[in-house]
């Protein structure tokens, strides 16, 4: 069983980037402990990071026939992007939207996703654990006993 997970734009900079909201794992951290857990669930990882919406597009519609769930924190394509939402939704992938923040807690205009209506659900505000139980929410989706 294989899970594709996707990082959207300014999680490359994780680690520096507003510590006090991201909290300080990096990128290459969070992927590590996703892996981890990935293999004590006996689940296949792999991972890509873009901030480039049309890459992100790309590499959902690769996923096709490739991959039976996906893990994704769009980043700030989450309030934005319908392109993003329309690859989703084209796939047919069981689809878990996370954040590392609480989106519903911040500024008003991140309070809205253009992802979740298309997502099997969205996991948000629990830091580094969001992915965990992204993944975990995921590899259940993947083999059809998921919450749908
Ligand atoms: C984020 C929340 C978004 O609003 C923001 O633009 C991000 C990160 C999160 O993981 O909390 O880049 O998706």
């Known amino acids: 069983m294989k899970i594709l997970v996707i990082h959207g734009p300014n999680l490359n900079l994780l680690g520096t980037r507003e510590p006090d909201i991201y909290g300080s794992f990096t990128l290459d951290e969070i992927n590590d402990r996703i892996s981890s857990l990935a293999a004590e669930i006996g689940v296949a990882v792999s991972f890509f990071q873009s901030n480039h919406e049309g890459a992100l597009v790309e590499q959902i519609q ?64 629990f830091g580094l654990e969001s992915y965990l139980l992204a993944l975990r929410a995921a590899a259940g989706l993947a083999v059809g006993d998921g919450a749908r």
């Open 62 to 125: 690769a996923a096709i026939g490739e991959y039976q769930a996906i893990v994704i924190n769009p980043g700030a394509y989450t309030h934005t992007s319908v392109a993003l939402r329309d690859a989703i939704a084209s796939t047919g992938i069981p689809t878990v939207e996370t954040h590392l923040s609480n989106i519903y807690t911040r500024e008003e205009f991140r309070r809205h996703s253009y992802i979740s209506a298309v997502a099997a659900g969205q996991i948000t505000g």
